[in-house]
């Protein structure tokens, strides 16, 4: 094996352990979420169309229809709106069925990936959702659907042997063709193709998403890379084009801002947990984040993280 070969593995090996694939349907005029959290999403959309809206860590929006998919981070907030959804339309689960179960019609017809966070919820994270076009990329969204079929033929004969291994595999090449779309957008035609995220930088990240109000330092989060303060920041450069200090603040003010949405996390203790030496300089450091305070912030989301969903049920074992 060349050495180029060799440390391609080394460097972009993907696993996706805890991976799992379900079906997920929507109604005409629905406002639909998915579980907040350490999660790595992919919605792929097979019938119907839905409005992606997140502000994390812009406000963008996405408009999906057939053949086309998105892979998000749960630590986005998010909403997926269905044509004809009012704008006061309260937000809920999707509904969840088997891969294998029939189609039983309706508006919106999903294949959905949920896995723990890892390699894709890195570039979500720190540069939002990666969307594939099936109009404008379809050689890629013909690679992602050719993976969905092999994922339906695994989930329709239980009797194989390693058959939770087959769908983890496919699962992690789906996740190597969704980053090929994620560095391929950041860069121009003139510019040489961006490095992807060596493993122990996403080690790092998931270490500090643990326990995000602890006070981190650039030495904490490089020692939990394995790496050198200096290397670990040129390397986080390469990767992000930002500064470690600059996405892990807005890592954690995401999570502040999550508790805050759903519970009753005050602003002042908020501040305090986040690590800011007063109120005010949370709400400023917030507002300049998110583009509003924090107030108006949970006020917009109250409710949205309430209860259980169907994807944590599905985790529980609840559904199918």
């Known amino acids: 094996m060349s050495a180029a070969l060799t440390s391609d593995v080394g460097r972009n090996d993907v696993r996706m352990d805890g991976v799992y694939f379900v079906r997920a349907a929507a109604q005409a005029g629905e406002v639909k979420a ?45 909403t997926f709106r ?3 959804a009012a704008a006061d339309q309260p937000v809920s689960g999707f509904e969840l069925r088997a891969v294998s179960d029939a189609d039983p019609g309706g508006e919106v017809d999903i294949f959905l990936g949920v896995a723990p966070s890892e390699f894709l919820a890195l570039g ?13 990329q379809p050689d890629l969204s013909r690679r992602l659907w050719r993976t969905v079929e092999m994922l339906e033929d695994e989930y329709a004969d239980e009797a194989q042997i390693d058959r939770s291994l087959v769908i983890r595999r496919l699962a992690e090449t789906m996740a190597i063709n969704f980053s090929r779309s994620a560095f391929a957008d950041r860069r121009t035609p003139d510019e040489p193709l961006a490095e992807p995220p060596h493993p122990r930088l996403i080690r790092a990240i998931n270490a500090f998403l643990q326990t995000p109000h602890q006070p981190w330092s650039l030495a904490d989060i490089a ?47 908020a501040a305090e947990e986040a690590g800011y030496s007063s109120a005010a300089a949370f709400v400023r450091a917030f507002q300049r984040e998110f583009g509003e305070t924090p107030a108006r912030w949970r006020r917009a989301r109250e409710g949205r993280d309430a209860g259980q969903s169907p994807v944590t049920a599905h985790q529980q074992g609840q559904v199918p």
């Open 124 to 136: 979500s994270l720190v540069w939002g959702p990666t969307f594939v076009s099936a109009a404008e």
């Open 34 to 78: 998915l579980d907040a959290g350490a999660l790595s999403y992919c919605v792929m959309v097979r019938r119907g169309r839905l409005r992606l809206e997140t502000d994390f860590p812009v406000n963008r929006a996405f408009e999906l229809g057939p053949g086309d998919a998105v892979a998000m981070s749960g630590f986005a907030p998010h």
């Open 82 to 84: 269905t044509p004809g």
């Open 223 to 269: 020692k939990a890379a394995g790496m050198s303060r200096t290397r670990f920041a040129e390397e986080f450069k390469l990767v992000t084009g930002e500064t470690p200090a600059r996405v892990f603040s807005r890592l954690r003010l995401t999570a502040i801002a999550r508790r805050m949405a759903s519970s009753g996390l005050s602003v002042e203790a």
